[in-house]
């Protein structure tokens, strides 16, 4: 089962959301997103394990977008 992870879950005002295989994969995609988007430099340890445990199971389909490191944005 494909791994997702909410913006609006973080607390901001965005629809986005990271898709992938795993829930590292959403991670990353998600750490792109942040640092595209909204700015965001670094990530706190205290951040990373708050994303981490909200990853959620999910059936992810292709909804398009930007992605600055290649791949789809989901």
């Keep these: 089962m494909e791994k997702l992870l909410r913006c609006r879950d973080f607390g901001?005002?965005?629809d986005f959301e990271a898709c992938g295989e795993t829930?590292?994969?959403a991670f990353t995609?998600?750490?792109d997103h942040a640092r595209?988007?909204?700015g965001l430099k670094d990530i706190s340890?205290?951040?990373r394990m708050r994303a981490k445990a909200a990853?959620?199971?999910a059936f992810c389909v292709?909804?398009?977008g930007y992605n600055p490191?290649?791949?789809g944005f989901y």
Excluded: L, M
């Design 29 to 31: 995609t998600a750490v």
């Design 12 to 14: 901001t005002d965005c």
């Design 55 to 57: 990853v959620q199971d």
């Design 69 to 71: 490191g290649g791949g």
């Design 45 to 47: 340890e205290k951040d």
């Design 62 to 64: 292709p909804k398009g």
């Design 36 to 38: 595209a988007i909204h």
């Design 23 to 25: 829930a590292e994969e």
